[in-house]
């Protein structure tokens, strides 16, 4: 539950691009939270950084990227202590079970990167061992950060992680963050000048801290160039959802979908609002 345990304000609900999923009526808390310290009196955010989404339907015209026609498209997920399960294991499950859909084309081969490769506890108690530590994981195609306890305090005080997702993340081809993922995100620099989203109950701490990422606000997710951005939560389904449909097309997201009983595509009357800035999809 979150810290607080308040739950935000329920998604606006109307029609969107046949590329969402509804996963529950209700946005759950982002798990994972530690209590931050204070943030230092700053003037209000202004009301740029609140902006509604785009017109979800501007994704209507994208373009399918080429994959790599050879090998599988290497996906890493950083984990620390405090790493959340639910903002962990959405996309992991989603992306995983690309392989058994995409016929000759090259599936989504995940792992876990952990910063010395050692044991790591989730914040619900269960003690995960990563496959690859910073110093021997391969090159990531995508780089996904989920939250963790630390996400808006320790992690961002932690030099030689913020350091591996800056360069982890500029090589890699897409970066995904879920619900404070974006704050470790945008501590390295990767969301600057990009309309991004967070958990709803942490607008106004991102918006303080770091003014150069446009951000938006009653979305399940936004897509910018390379980087897409998550609430978090059951929504985390939401945005890798999306991306496989992006990647692979609808007839393979709606057989991961089938698999982990996910509607593909999902009801446009009653699915939550997205963000795709123009150009992110060609």
Not at 121 to 149: I, K, M, N, Y
Request: hydrophobic content about 45%.
């Amino acid at each position: 539950m979150h810290r607080n345990n308040r739950l935000p304000s329920p998604i606006p609900r109307r029609p969107s691009a046949a590329l969402l999923v509804l996963v529950v009526l209700l946005l759950p808390a982002c798990a994972g939270h530690a209590t931050p310290e204070p943030v230092p009196e700053a003037e209000p955010a202004p009301a740029a950084a609140h902006r509604p989404a785009h017109d979800p339907r501007a994704w209507a015209a994208h373009t399918r990227p080429e994959l790599p026609p050879d090998r599988p498209l290497r996906v890493a997920f950083l984990v620390v202590d405090g790493v959340s399960n639910s903002e962990l294991m959405a996309p992991y499950d989603v992306f995983q079970h690309t392989r058994f859909h995409t016929g000759e084309a090259p599936a989504m081969e995940v792992f876990t990167v952990s910063p010395d490769g050692e044991p790591v506890r989730t914040f619900e108690g269960l003690t995960l061992v990563p496959h690859h530590g910073f110093a021997d994981a391969p090159a990531a195609d995508v780089l996904v950060v989920p939250s963790t306890e630390g996400s808006m305090d320790r992690d961002l005080a932690d030099e030689e992680l913020i350091a591996w997702v800056r360069e982890t993340g500029a090589k890699a081809r897409w970066i995904v963050s879920l619900c404070d993922g974006a704050f470790v995100l945008a501590k390295a620099g990767l969301l600057d000048g990009r309309a991004a989203t967070t958990f709803p109950a942490d607008y106004d701490r991102f918006a303080q801290l770091f003014p150069a990422v446009d951000l938006r606000v009653n979305v399940s997710f936004v897509h910018d160039g390379k980087a897409l951005t998550s609430q978090g939560g059951a929504r985390s389904y939401d945005v890798a959802m999306y991306l496989v449909d992006a990647l692979y097309g609808p007839e393979v997201a709606a057989g991961v979908g089938r698999g982990l009983l996910i509607p593909w595509p999902p009801d446009l009357d009653t699915a939550p609002a997205f963000a795709v800035v123009p150009g992110s999809g060609s």
